[in-house]
């Protein structure tokens, strides 16, 4: 028996798949951010508590979240009660921070990535730890759904915008310390969007903001107020819906933009130039600053 535990939409989609593709029989435990993610894939509503998990599966399979709680109390329980602990890393990104907490850093037995890419990021990051690649389940779940969808939307002039919104930071911190560690703020990304959004596209008959499921859609009512733009809030589809409806997916460093890729739509990044450079490895998103020069 094995015992999940997944808070994060990414990482929780990520294990969700796994399970799915592989027929494994579980216990989980998840947290609010996850919980519709499992009802939809298992029907499951109720969350076992961590600990009681813990003991009874023989071994641990995680998620990680951008900041680590649920999954780093469960590698603490693992260690603890000798279960073996596996972390199924989503991104590309940040990956050490995942496993520090207040200083205490803690890692599993062994960490699972889908990629060659991830790889070598997550063999540089951890030198003593066994790193192994599996098949992305998520990916191969979505490219299932995309076979079943029409992802070529366009039969008009008119361009639809998916603007992903990512909380670069908790609400409890300031937007200074999102400015120090990653070089700009949401707000900042959002306003060089809109402030380069010719070089995007010329003829846009709708901006859909999305918040992150992390987020609430009021964070972004000052959008509005600020650009003359038919603007839209996300509606009730999922995400992927949402984007084979759409013509060009714009974002920072969220999933959302690799997906867009596998949807084959043009995936714009909205780093401003003051901030970090994209580290997400896909070659086919194109910087705003690229399309400047192209357009010169």
Partial sequence: MIGVVINDPGGAELV?????QNKLSFQICFGKYSK???KEKFGITKSLDLKKLVLNCEWILCGTSAIPDLEWRAIKFSKKYKKKCVVFLDHWVNYAQRFSKNDEVLLPDEIWVADNEAYKIAK???KNLKIRIVENPYFNEIKSRLSLLKTDKKSESLDTILYLCEPLMPPSETKNLAKIKYGYTEEEAIRYFFKNIDYISKNIKKIIIKPHPKENYKKYNWVKNNFDFPIEFYKNKNLLEHIVLCDIVVGCTTMGMVIGLLAKKK???CIPPEGKINQLPHKKIIPISHLQKNNK
């Fill in 124 to 126: 540089k990051t951890f």
């Fill in 267 to 269: 995936v714009v990044s």
């Fill in 36 to 38: 519709n993610i499992v």
């Fill in 16 to 20: 969700t798949s796994w399970l799915k």
